[in-house]
C-alpha cells in the first residue's frame, strides 16, 4: 500500500486521502467539513434537521473556506402523520422527565421534521459535489437529478440487500454501516432490530455483493481501523466518532467528556429518544425509558418530542439526560481536553494508516 494512501474512490472523488467525516446531526458543523476537506478527507454536513435556506447558509459558509470535495448527508423522510392517541401518549411516558427538568407538559407539534423534497431540492439546486443519505432508498428519478447536477450519490446500507437496493437505483457509493457506529441505524428494509451485523463481517460481503465502491463505517476511530476497512476491500472509512471530541464539535462539553471517559461497553443502541434505533452513551433516560423501548412512535416524532428535554438537560449539564450518540469505539477517542483540531485528526489517521501497512 503506498504512503498516499489514494484508492480509485478516493481519486474519483478529489480527495487525497481515503478518510470521511461522517455526517452527524447535531455534531458537524460547516468549520469541520471545511477543517476535514482542506486536510484532504471528505468533510460531511449533517443536514437533516435543517431547513433548505439553513442548507443553503450552510453550504455557502462551506464553499467560502475551502475549494475541496465535500458532502451533504440527508435522512430520506416521508411526512410523519401521527395519530392523536400516539402523541398523548407519547408525551405521558415523557412527564416524569420533563417534570424533573422543570418543564411544563409537553404538547402536540405543528411539524415533527423538515420536508425532505424540499431540502432534496436544496441539493439539486446548489449542486453539491457529493449527496449522501440515510434511513431510506432515494428514487431512480431522484438519483438521476442529482447526477444531473453534477453530484456523486452515496447511499448507506447495513445488509446486502440495502446494498444491492442502491445500487439498483444508481447510487455511485455504498456506505456499509455496522452495528458498532454511534448514532442512528441507516436500517430501511426489514426489520429495525435485525440489520445489527457488524463492520468486520459486512463490508468484505458487500465489497463482493455489489460492482460499486464501498465505505467502511461503524467502529473505526484510529488509523488501524482504515487499514482494516481497506484491507476488507472497502475504499475508504467513514468515522464519526472520532470527530466528535474535535475542536470544531459542536456537542456539549459534557458529552464530550463522556466520549472521552468511555470504555468498550459504554454504548447501547435505544429507539426511546428519537424513536429510531440509535447507539449511544447509556444514561439514566435510556434506562428509565427501556420498558417502552417497543411503544415509542416512530422518528422523527419522538425524537421532535425529545428536543425540549434534551435542551433542557444540556442547558442545565445533565448528562443524564442528553442523547450522547457514540459508537462501539468510543474508548479509543483521542484524550485531549481542549479538542484536537479536525485537521490536525486527519494528518494523524493518515500517519497511522500508512504505518499499519507497514
Known amino acids: ?30 468549520e469541520m467539513v471545511i477543517a476535514v476537506s482542506n486536510a484532504g478527507g471528505l468533510g460531511s454536513l449533517a ?43 407519547a408525551l405521558e411516558r415523557l412527564q416524569p422527565i420533563r417534570a424533573e427538568l422543570g418543564l411544563e407538559q409537553g404538547q402536540p407539534l405543528e411539524r415533527y421534521c423538515e420536508n425532505f423534497r424540499e431540502q432534496l431540492d436544496a441539493l439539486v439546486e446548489l449542486k453539491v459535489p457529493v449527496a449522501s443519505f440515510t434511513f431510506g432508498l432515494l428514487d431512480a428519478p431522484s438519483v438521476r437529478r442529482l447526477h444531473d447536477a453534477g453530484s456523486l450519490v452515496i447511499g448507506t446500507a447495513t445488509s446486502v440487500a440495502e446494498a444491492r437496493a442502491w445500487e439498483a437505483n444508481g447510487a455511485d457509493i455504498i456506505c456499509a ?26 463490508v468484505p460481503q458487500i465489497v463482493d ?26 475504499q475508504a472509512a467513514q468515522l464519526g466518532t472520532a470527530f ?65 428535554i434534551r435542551k433542557a438537560a444540556g442547558a442545565a449539564n445533565r448528562t443524564d439526560f442528553i442523547s450522547m450518540w457514540a459508537g462501539q469505539a468510543a474508548g479509543l477517542s483521542r484524550r485531549r481536553d481542549d479538542g484536537i483540531p479536525a485537521e490536525a485528526l486527519v494528518h494523524a489517521l493518515a500517519e497511522e494508516t500508512a504505518a499499519a501497512f507497514g
Open 209 to 234: 455483493a455489489v460492482s460499486l465502491p464501498v465505505i467502511a463505517a461503524g467502529g473505526i476511530m484510529d488509523g488501524r481501523g482504515i487499514a482494516a476497512a481497506l484491507t476488507l476491500g472497502a
Open 47 to 89: 443536514a437533516a434537521s435543517l431547513s433548505p435556506e439553513a442548507i443553503r447558509a450552510q453550504v455557502a459558509t462551506i464553499r467560502a473556506g475551502t475549494s475541496k470535495p465535500f458532502a451533504i448527508n440527508l435522512f430520506v423522510l416521508d411526512t410523519p402523520t401521527p395519530t392523536d392517541d400516539e402523541i398523548s401518549r
Open 244 to 308: 466528535l471530541t474535535s475542536a470544531e464539535s459542536p456537542i456539549h462539553p459534557a458529552w464530550k467528556a463522556q466520549i472521552r471517559q468511555a470504555a468498550d461497553t459504554s454504548t447501547r443502541t435505544s429507539r426511546t429518544f428519537t424513536g429510531r434505533p440509535a447507539r449511544g452513551i447509556v444514561n439514566d433516560y435510556i434506562r428509565r425509558m427501556a420498558e417502552f423501548e417497543q411503544h415509542v412512535p416512530a422518528y422523527p416524532v419522538q425524537n421532535a418530542l425529545t428536543a425540549e
Open 177 to 202: 454501516q455496522g452495528a458498532e457506529a454511534g448514532g442512528h441505524r441507516g436500517t430501511f428494509l426489514g426489520d429495525l432490530d435485525a440489520s445489527m451485523v457488524g463492520t468486520l463481517a459486512l
Open 1 to 30: 500500500m503506498p504512503r498516499s494512501l489514494s484508492t480509485p474512490l478516493s481519486q474519483r472523488l478529489g480527495i487525497a486521502l481515503p478518510i470521511v467525516q461522517g455526517p452527524m446531526n447535531g455534531g458537524s458543523t460547516p
